[in-house]
């Protein structure tokens, strides 16, 4: 039997131990109910430096990891992404278990050097996979946290303004650092299957399914972006949320992806602390620090259109995000997404409503060409016809454009 609580596992799916292959002083656990399932790997114990070794017997190492010698005691603490054991050595470490992790991505970020991310220093691997990953055991800086809810609750909009565009300046520079490192083809079929998927298991009452812009490339993406990783102008590297292990990523993500993340993880600071402040005018300074530092393509204004999903569907996503792990916990109505949630049909009706428009500028520019054509040979005397078409088409598909919502509404103003 395991010694654990188990404080990382969904607290409202039955577990039971899986036949599949697990490295010595390991087990799989397959969790199922409410109409979700996943799988997690977690140590069986870890009480001593014993313990310690048989662990990570046939675990691969990378970078840097206590040496077994010299290490002198190990303590645990269960944390909700998983068990945290400190090591205290020739250094004081921490090893941060990766009860669901399915991909070697902690460790691929962390190798890459980028400047501005505090990384994990090293880690065990099994079958290609991320297991363990460590850090130095040093002094957490949360100022930028406590500064920003600070500000937040005193509606200091100025100071807030200033500390998110610092966030969002700190994220784009490792975008811009990422983009040297690897860079693949957009993935729409695939982002669509994804969010296909949750709402199927969150058997949600609408659908939603992006065009997608050919300039949101697939990246070595974070993930999960939250102010608290914010420390001293960096972003730690932290580990996967719950939902990875629920709707396990099967494909990479875009930039603007990890910008939603850290723009929803406002709206839940919005709703605890302060739903009075003009959250627009927050995200505005967040996405223009974004936009700052990070890549000109990423950033453009195609990449955040919203009819081709933009940053409004990324959003859509992360409440389903939240919606999954509060169901799998039995939580509670997550918000603000479920409030958020709720604007999605009205979203939808209105920007099927405006396809009307863009189809009335298709068809004067279809009419004008129309008029072209039949008037070959072309004269002077049929120039006017065809000139009000593609003037009228021109101008519709024009407004069409101005009708998506800009990035800085959230969901719920976005056509009010």
């Not at 297991?131 to 807030?160: C, G, M, P, Y």
């Not at 939250?226 to 001293?232: C, E, G, L, N, V």
């Given at each position: 039997?395991?010694?654990?609580?188990?404080?990382w596992?969904p607290s409202?799916?039955?577990?039971?131990?899986?036949?599949?292959?697990?490295?010595k002083?390991?087990?799989?656990?397959?969790?199922?109910?409410?109409?979700?399932?996943?799988?997690?790997?977690?140590?069986?114990?870890?009480?001593?430096?014993?313990?310690?070794?048989?662990?990570?017997?046939?675990?691969?190492s990378?970078?840097?990891?206590?040496?077994?010698?010299?290490?002198?005691?190990?303590?645990?603490?269960?944390?909700?992404?998983?068990?945290?054991?400190?090591?205290?050595?020739?250094?004081?470490?921490?090893?941060?278990?990766?009860p669901?992790?399915?991909d070697?991505?902690?460790?691929?970020?962390s190798?890459?050097?980028i400047?501005?991310?505090?990384p994990?220093?090293?880690?065990?691997?099994?079958?290609?996979?991320?297991?363990?990953?460590?850090r130095?055991?040093?002094?957490?800086?949360?100022?930028?946290?406590e500064?920003?809810?600070?500000?937040?609750?005193?509606?200091?909009?100025?100071?807030?303004n200033?500390?998110?565009?610092?966030?969002?300046?700190?994220?784009?520079?490792?975008?811009s650092?990422?983009?040297?490192?690897?860079?693949?083809p957009?993935d729409?079929?695939?982002?669509n299957?994804?969010?296909?998927?949750?709402?199927?298991k969150?058997?949600a009452?609408f659908?939603?399914r992006g065009?997608?812009?050919?300039?949101?490339?697939?990246?070595?993406?974070?993930?999960?972006?939250r102010f608290?990783?914010?420390?001293?102008g960096?972003?730690?590297?932290?580990?996967?949320?719950?939902?990875?292990?629920?709707?396990?990523?099967?494909?990479d993500f875009?930039?603007?992806?990890d910008?939603s993340?850290?723009?929803?993880?406002?709206?839940?600071?919005?709703y605890?602390?302060?739903?009075?402040?003009?959250?627009?005018?927050?995200?505005?300074?967040l996405?223009?620090?974004?936009k700052s530092?990070?890549?000109e393509?990423?950033?453009?204004?195609?990449?955040?259109y919203?009819?081709?999903g933009g940053?409004?569907?990324?959003?859509?996503?992360?409440?389903?995000?939240?919606v999954?792990?509060?169901?799998?916990?039995?939580?509670g109505?997550?918000e603000?997404?479920?409030?958020t949630?709720?604007?999605?049909?009205?979203f939808?009706?209105?920007?099927?409503n405006?396809r009307?428009?863009a189809?009335?500028?298709?068809?004067?520019?279809?009419f004008?060409?129309?008029s072209?054509?039949?008037?070959?040979?072309?004269e002077?005397?049929?120039?006017?016809?065809p000139?009000?078409?593609?003037?009228?088409?021109?101008?519709?598909?024009?407004?069409?454009?101005?009708?998506s919502?800009?990035?800085?509404?959230?969901?719920?103003k976005?056509?009010l």
């Amino acid at each position: 039997m395991t010694a654990w609580n188990g404080e990382w596992r969904p607290s409202a799916m039955k577990g039971i131990e899986s036949d599949s292959a697990a490295p010595k002083g390991f087990r799989n656990l397959t969790l199922a109910g409410l109409g979700l399932k996943c799988e997690i790997i977690e140590p069986i114990q870890l009480s001593n430096i014993e313990d310690w070794d048989f662990l990570t017997s046939e675990l691969e190492s990378w970078g840097q990891v206590p040496e077994s010698k010299s290490i002198n005691s190990i303590s645990t603490e269960e944390k909700n992404r998983g068990l945290v054991a400190l090591i205290s050595a020739e250094n004081e470490w921490i090893a941060d278990f990766l009860p669901w992790n399915r991909d070697s991505q902690l460790s691929m970020i962390s190798e890459a050097k980028i400047s501005v991310s505090i990384p994990y220093i090293g880690g065990y691997k099994w079958e290609g996979k991320d297991i363990i990953a460590f850090r130095k055991n040093q002094k957490k800086d949360n100022t930028i946290l406590e500064k920003l809810e600070s500000t937040i609750k005193q509606n200091d909009v100025e100071n807030t303004n200033k500390i998110l565009y610092k966030c969002g300046s700190v994220l784009g520079q490792y975008h811009s650092e990422v983009e040297s490192i690897l860079t693949t083809p957009y993935d729409h079929k695939r982002w669509n299957s994804r969010i296909e998927s949750l709402e199927e298991k969150l058997r949600a009452s609408f659908i939603w399914r992006g065009k997608f812009s050919k300039k949101t490339p697939c990246i070595i993406s974070l993930r999960d972006v939250r102010f608290s990783d914010f420390q001293s102008g960096k972003i730690a590297i932290n580990r996967p949320r719950l939902s990875d292990c629920l709707e396990v990523p099967n494909c990479d993500f875009p930039a603007i992806r990890d910008l939603s993340s850290l723009i929803h993880d406002l709206s839940r600071m919005i709703y605890r602390l302060n739903d009075r402040i003009d959250i627009t005018s927050l995200r505005s300074s967040l996405i223009e620090g974004w936009k700052s530092t990070a890549p000109e393509n990423w950033a453009s204004k195609e990449a955040f259109y919203a009819y081709y999903g933009g940053l409004v569907i990324w959003e859509y996503e992360q409440c389903l995000l939240d919606v999954i792990e509060a169901t799998a916990n039995q939580s509670g109505p997550p918000e603000p997404a479920i409030t958020t949630l709720a604007y999605v049909k009205s979203f939808q009706k209105k920007m099927f409503n405006n396809r009307t428009i863009a189809m009335l500028g298709w068809m004067g520019m279809f009419f004008g060409a129309s008029s072209i054509i039949n008037s070959i040979p072309f004269e002077l005397m049929d120039l006017p016809i065809p000139l009000i078409f593609f003037t009228g088409g021109f101008g519709l598909l024009k407004y069409y454009q101005k009708l998506s919502p800009p990035p800085e509404f959230p969901l719920n103003k976005s056509f009010l």
